[in-house]
C-alpha cells in the first residue's frame, strides 16, 4: 500500500459560490457608504433649508382633523404564466381590499381573465396587458371615498401600450381584443375624475421607484449632490408626519399609447381609442393638477410615494398664502398615515392586505390547471402528459413566471 494521500473530496459548488459572495461584503460596504453617505452628511443642512422655504410641510393627523371618516379601499393585480410543455397557460386577476380605518357598506368584488396559448415570447406583455385591464376596470367599479392604486398612474398605459405595439401580430391582436369599451371607459375614469361612475379620490402609490426629480432640483437650488433617489432622500429629511411639498408629475406628462407602423387596423384602431381616453390625464400632468410627493406616516421611519390629483395648480412659489392644492394634498397624507401602522407595515394597511389577497392567483392558476386537465374530452391522452408538465423542472426556477404585482414579479 503506497503511502499517498487521498484526495480531498471537491467542495460542493454552492458552498464555493457562498464563500465567494461573502467576500464581496467588505468591497459592497464601501460602496454603499460612498453612495449614502453624503445624503446622511447633508441632512441637518438640507432639512433647515427646505423647511425655511416651505418645501416640508406638517399634515393633519390626529382623528379629529380627518373626520369624517372615509371608506378606503386599494386595487392590485397578479398573474401568472405557466410554461407547460405543449403551450403557455395565462392567468391573470385584479382584487381589491378595504382599508383598516375604513366605514363599511361598501361591495368588493374580483375580475381575471384566463388564456390557454401557443408559447411565443411576447406572451408575457399580453398577460401584463390583461392584468392592467382587470385593474382599471376593478377601481373604476369601486364606490370607495379613496382608492389606491398600486403602481403609478402610468402603469396600467406602459402595460396596454407595450403589449399593443408587440412585433408579434399574434400579441398585439389580442391585446386589441382587450380594449373592450369597458377598459377604455375605466381608463378614462382614472384620467378624469368628472367621468367615475362613483364619485371619490384616487391615489396611486408606486413601490418601485428609482425618480431622482426632487434630488435634481435640490441640486439645481442647493447646489447639493445627493446621490441615493427621491425615495432614500425624502426618509432621510422627513420626520413623521411630514410631507415633500409636492412638484408637477412631469413623468406623466408625456403618457400616451405607441403603435408600430405596420400594424393591422384593429390595433391601430384600440390605440387611437385609448390615446383619446388618457388624454386628461396628461392635461392635468402638464396644468399641475396632478402631483408628486413623499410622505412620511407619523408611526413610520420609511416614507410612501403618493401620485394624486388636486383640484387647483400648485403655486411655483411658496407662500404664506393658503393653497387649495396643498391642503388637498395634506389631507389625504393625512388618510394614507392613518391607514398606516408603522412600523411594521411601511405602506397602507389596505395596499398591505390587497397584495396578499393577490398573491392567491398562484395557487388558483395551478388549481385551474389540474381543473382544466380533468376535463380534457376523450382523445386526449396522446397530449395529456405535456399539456400537465412544465418544459423545465419543478423547483429548478423555472415552468412559471409571474407577471408585475404578482408573485416573484416585478415591483411597482
Known amino acids: 500500500m503506497s503511502g499517498t494521500t487521498p484526495p480531498a473530496p471537491a467542495t460542493p459548488a454552492t458552498v464555493e459560490l457562498m464563500s465567494a459572495l461573502l467576500a464581496e461584503a467588505?468591497?459592497?460596504?464601501q460602496e454603499a457608504h460612498r453612495l449614502l453617505s453624503p445624503v446622511a452628511r447633508s441632512r441637518s443642512d438640507l432639512r433647515e433649508r427646505l423647511l425655511a422655504e416651505g418645501q416640508v410641510l406638517p399634515f393633519p393627523h390626529r382623528a379629529a382633523a380627518l373626520a369624517p371618516r372615509h371608506s378606503v379601499v386599494a386595487v392590485d393585480g397578479a398573474s401568472v404564466r405557466e410554461h407547460l410543455y405543449a403551450a403557455d397557460l395565462m392567468v391573470a386577476a385584479a382584487v381589491a381590499a378595504e382599508g383598516m380605518t375604513s366605514v363599511g357598506g361598501h361591495a368588493l368584488s374580483q375580475l381575471h381573465w384566463a388564456h390557454?396559448?401557443?408559447h411565443e415570447s411576447e406572451n408575457d406583455r399580453l398577460?401584463?396587458?390583461a392584468m392592467a385591464g382587470l385593474e382599471l376596470r376593478l377601481l373604476a367599479d369601486l364606490s370607495h371615498d379613496l382608492r389606491i392604486l398600486d403602481g403609478s398612474h402610468?402603469?396600467?398605459?406602459i402595460a396596454l401600450s407595450t403589449a399593443l405595439a408587440a412585433r408579434s401580430e399574434t400579441v398585439?391582436?389580442?391585446?386589441?381584443?382587450?380594449?373592450?369599451?369597458?377598459?377604455v371607459a375605466a381608463l378614462a375614469s382614472l384620467a378624469d375624475p368628472d367621468r367615475r361612475a362613483h364619485p371619490g379620490e384616487v391615489v396611486a402609490l408606486p413601490k418601485a421607484d428609482s425618480a431622482h426629480a426632487f434630488a435634481d432640483l435640490y441640486r439645481a437650488r442647493y447646489g447639493l449632490h445627493l446621490p441615493g433617489g427621491d425615495r432614500f432622500i425624502a426618509a432621510q429629511v422627513l420626520q413623521p408626519g411630514e410631507m415633500l411639498r409636492p412638484r408637477p408629475a412631469d413623468e406623466v406628462a408625456g403618457t400616451h399609447f405607441s403603435v408600430r407602423e405596420e400594424?393591422?387596423?384593429k390595433v391601430r384602431a384600440a390605440v387611437e381609442r385609448l390615446n383619446r381616453a388618457v388624454a386628461p390625464l396628461r392635461e392635468a400632468a402638464n396644468e399641475g393638477l396632478l402631483l408628486v410627493t413623499y410622505v412620511k406616516p407619523v408611526t413610520c421611519d420609511t416614507v410612501l410615494k403618493v401620485e394624486l390629483r388636486v383640484s387647483e395648480p400648485l403655486a411655483d412659489v411658496p407662500s404664506s398664502a393658503p393653497e387649495v392644492a396643498l391642503e388637498e394634498a395634506a389631507r389625504l397624507a393625512g388618510l394614507l398615515s392613518a391607514e398606516?401602522?408603522?412600523p411594521h407595515l411601511q405602506e397602507p394597511f389596505a395596499q398591505y392586505a390587497v397584495d396578499l389577497a393577490a398573491k392567491s392567483v398562484s395557487v388558483g392558476a395551478e388549481a385551474l390547471n389540474q381543473s382544466m386537465i380533468s376535463m380534457l374530452?376523450?382523445?386526449s391522452d396522446d397530449y395529456l402528459t405535456l399539456l400537465a408538465r412544465s418544459y423545465r423542472t419543478r423547483g429548478a426556477g423555472g415552468g412559471r413566471t409571474a407577471g408585475p404585482g404578482a408573485p416573484g414579479g416585478a415591483g411597482r
Open 26 to 29: 467588505g468591497a459592497l460596504a
Open 116 to 118: 390557454l396559448r401557443e
Open 127 to 129: 398577460l401584463s396587458a
Open 154 to 157: 402610468g402603469t396600467p398605459v
Open 172 to 183: 398585439a391582436g389580442a391585446a386589441a381584443d382587450l380594449v373592450t369599451d369597458e377598459v
Open 263 to 265: 400594424a393591422p387596423a
Open 340 to 342: 398606516t401602522p408603522g
Open 377 to 379: 374530452p376523450p382523445g
